[in-house]
């Protein structure tokens, strides 16, 4: 027998909590992807993505950028701390030549884990190998894309990387 609530569920005779899987469960397994401990959450982030979505051209290589978690990220939804369920909804956005993708996002959830069945797995077809790859980690907030909150940034300079 379980005890669920909206996002956990606890086993009443071994006492295992375990807590909604982030963003979705898998399409392909939903009855056996709904529900993670947190070790099989961190365990699974670490699996082999299943789709690598393709973004932009150029035909001198291509860039490999999987996002598998954060960790610690601030609390921009409520920063005061009185409304105990709502934290922020991470997700991150990459900048390279002349594309812009961003994985899914997972809400409320400050150490977020993104699985490898969602999108987190990009391929940039690299056209000049001296380009800047910006990643931005924003907190979502309804609206345009100027409404979402920025969390962290950094730019990798690809002429830093041996071929």
């Excluded at 005890?3 to 963003?23: A, C, D, Q, R, Y």
């Excluded at 973004?55 to 954060?70: I, K, Q």
Aim: aromatic fraction near 10%.
């Amino acid at each position: 027998p379980l005890i669920s609530w909206n996002k956990i569920t606890k086993s009443l005779t071994t006492g295992e909590v375990k807590f909604m899987t982030k963003p979705y469960p898998d399409p392909q397994n939903v009855e056996g992807t709904n529900f993670f401990s947190k070790e099989e959450i961190s365990s699974k982030c670490l699996e082999p993505s299943h789709r690598w979505f393709s973004s932009g051209s150029g035909s001198r290589g291509v860039l490999r950028v999987e996002v598998l978690s954060c960790n610690n990220l601030p609390n921009l939804d409520n920063p005061t701390g009185l409304n105990q369920g709502d934290v922020s909804d991470p997700f991150v956005a990459m900048i390279f030549e002349d594309v812009m993708v961003r994985t899914d996002v997972i809400h409320d959830e400050l150490s977020p884990r993104w699985m490898p069945w969602c999108n987190r797995a990009f391929k940039f077809p690299i056209s000049h190998p001296s380009n800047l790859l910006f990643l931005g980690v924003f907190d979502y907030d309804r609206g345009p894309l100027v409404s979402h909150d920025p969390i962290g940034r950094i730019v990798i300079d690809l002429s830093n990387f041996k071929t």
